[in-house]
């Protein structure tokens, strides 16, 4: 355990304590060469696993060629990226905008959706989390994060989410935008309804507000489809995506339709380091894994399997959708952490004390899925 962590190191200190050496798809090593199942994915950025052989070499070709250069020229692969995922997006975010981080993809959302509509006010949701710029903690639900902010924050109009209706809360006519994740991961796993989602999207245009879908997590083939956004009656305005965006390599994209694309001025959004070649060639790399390998599908096979095995343990339920899965449990969360890390496997806590969060890379492979399988009925009881 880094108990001797750097005095250097500012920041929260580890969830686990290993000091990880290397990874190879959905597993890693510690210093010590202990092995462990990776049902974590590194926050849900290992959406190809670790070090798969294609992205290195992608990686690897590109920075032979050119490690870096900014948006003041034309690129190639930058191009060829963007392309690669206006294909994948609903097809009316045909336009994407590359930065670095969920939280810069959010925050340029946030600064569209002000500019374009002219209003001044938000709605975002009970349980939310958006990332920590001062603009997207003003729309995250952490008090422990954004109270010592609050004076700068916009003004903020909160909702239940995917509760029951509580519309009349809020005045859509005044405000920019609402954004929210489809599924709250953080917050513990919460799936919204399609009808409600359809529903809010409804009242929102009606009233000239904009919808912002956060799909840093749900996006990019976690839930077992591309996107959230696209489902029939779900055509949010903009869409943000981040994470395993290039399998690691730090990429961040906001996607908006023609007509905002359309109301944005040049200097409205920048970034030195957004689509850079070596990002964007392990951009179209991962796209190119995650669909060789048909591993949208795997996700909703084995996400299935999951499922079955979560609910039929005593008094447990399991939350979620595809490789974005909860599980509710009669025991703490973090006891259960610690039960599975003992026994070789990654997971993650949530906000709710009650539900461990499951966010493997989309190419887990099944013999994986059955040793955590055998290790959640070892601790949770036998389900007879
Ligand atoms: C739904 C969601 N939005 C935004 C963010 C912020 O992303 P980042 O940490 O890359 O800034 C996260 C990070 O966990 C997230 O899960």
Same mark, same amino acid.
């Given at each position: 355990?880094?108990?001797?962590?750097?005095?250097?190191?500012?920041? /929260?200190?580890?969830?686990?304590?290993?000091?990880?050496?290397?990874?190879?798809?959905?597993?890693?090593?510690?210093?010590?060469?202990?092995?462990? #199942?990776?049902? #974590?994915?590194?926050?849900?950025? +290992?959406?190809?696993?670790?070090?798969?052989?294609?992205?290195?070499?992608?990686?690897?070709?590109?920075?032979?060629?050119?490690?870096? #250069?900014?948006?003041?020229?034309?690129?190639?692969?930058?191009?060829?990226?963007?392309?690669?995922?206006?294909?994948?997006?609903?097809?009316? *975010?045909? /336009?994407?905008?590359?930065?670095?981080?969920?939280?810069?993809?959010?925050?340029?959302?946030?600064?569209?959706?002000?500019?374009?509509?002219?209003?001044?006010?938000?709605?975002?949701?009970?349980?939310?989390?958006?990332?920590? &710029?001062?603009?997207?903690?003003?729309?995250?639900?952490?008090?422990?994060?954004?109270?010592?902010?609050?004076?700068?924050?916009? /003004?903020?109009?909160?909702?239940?989410?995917?509760?029951? +209706?509580?519309?009349?809360?809020?005045?859509?006519?005044?405000? +920019?935008?609402?954004?929210?994740?489809?599924?709250?991961?953080?917050?513990?796993?919460?799936?919204?309804?399609?009808?409600? *989602?359809?529903? *809010?999207?409804?009242?929102?245009?009606?009233?000239?507000?904009?919808?912002?879908?956060?799909?840093?997590?749900?996006?990019?083939?976690?839930?077992?489809?591309?996107?959230?956004?696209?489902?029939?009656?779900?055509?949010?305005?903009?869409?943000?995506?981040?994470?395993?965006?290039?399998?690691?390599?730090?990429?961040?994209?906001?996607?908006? &339709?023609?007509?905002?694309?359309?109301?944005?001025?040049?200097?409205?959004?920048?970034?030195?380091?957004?689509?850079?070649?070596?990002?964007?060639?392990?951009?179209?790399?991962?796209?190119?894994?995650?669909?060789?390998?048909?591993?949208?599908?795997?996700?909703?096979?084995?996400?299935?399997?999951?499922?079955?095995?979560?609910?039929?343990?005593?008094?447990?339920? +399991?939350?979620?959708?595809?490789?974005?899965?909860?599980?509710?449990?009669?025991?703490?969360?973090?006891?259960?952490?610690?039960?599975?890390?003992?026994?070789?496997?990654?997971?993650?806590?949530?906000?709710?004390?009650?539900?461990?969060?499951?966010?493997?890379?989309?190419?887990?492979?099944?013999?994986?899925?059955?040793?955590?399988?055998?290790?959640?009925?070892?601790?949770?009881?036998?389900?007879?």
């Amino acid at each position: 355990m880094p108990s001797d962590l750097s005095p250097h190191l500012l920041g /929260q200190g580890p969830l686990w304590p290993i000091e990880i050496v290397r990874g190879r798809n959905d597993r890693v090593w510690d210093a010590a060469g202990r092995m462990f #199942y990776d049902f #974590y994915g590194g926050h849900a950025v +290992a959406l190809t696993g670790h070090a798969h052989p294609h992205i290195r070499k992608a990686i690897g070709r590109e920075m032979r060629k050119l490690i870096f #250069y900014s948006t003041s020229t034309r690129l190639e692969v930058r191009e060829r990226a963007a392309a690669a995922l206006a294909a994948r997006l609903p097809s009316r *975010l045909g /336009q994407v905008f590359f930065s670095n981080s969920g939280a810069e993809a959010n925050d340029n959302a946030l600064k569209i959706a002000l500019k374009v509509t002219g209003r001044g006010r938000l709605i975002a949701f009970r349980g939310s989390f958006h990332g920590r &710029t001062a603009l997207t903690l003003s729309v995250t639900d952490d008090a422990r994060l954004n109270a010592p902010f609050a004076r700068f924050a916009p /003004q903020v109009d909160w909702l239940p989410f995917a509760g029951d +209706a509580g519309w009349d809360r809020v005045d859509f006519r005044e405000s +920019a935008a609402v954004i929210l994740e489809p599924i709250q991961s953080m917050g513990g796993v919460h799936v919204a309804p399609d009808a409600w *989602l359809g529903e *809010l999207i409804q009242r929102a245009h009606a009233a000239g507000c904009l919808v912002i879908f956060d799909e840093i997590q749900t996006g990019l083939g976690r839930t077992g489809t591309w996107f959230c956004a696209g489902a029939p009656g779900l055509a949010p305005d903009l869409v943000t995506m981040a994470k395993g965006l290039a399998s690691g390599i730090p990429v961040a994209a906001t996607a908006v &339709t023609p007509e905002i694309a359309s109301a944005l001025d040049p200097h409205d959004l920048g970034s030195t380091f957004g689509g850079g070649p070596v990002a964007m060639a392990a951009l179209l790399a991962t796209f190119e894994v995650l669909e060789r390998e048909n591993c949208l599908s795997a996700v909703r096979q084995l996400s299935q399997k999951l499922v079955t095995a979560i609910n039929r343990l005593p008094g447990c339920t +399991a939350l979620g959708r595809g490789f974005l899965l909860g599980i509710r449990s009669p025991r703490p969360g973090r006891w259960l952490c610690d039960e599975l890390f003992a026994r070789g496997f990654l997971v993650g806590p949530s906000r709710d004390p009650a539900v461990v969060r499951l966010l493997p890379p989309l190419t887990l492979r099944s013999r994986s899925v059955d040793c955590f399988i055998d290790a959640l009925e070892d601790i949770l009881g036998d389900p007879g």
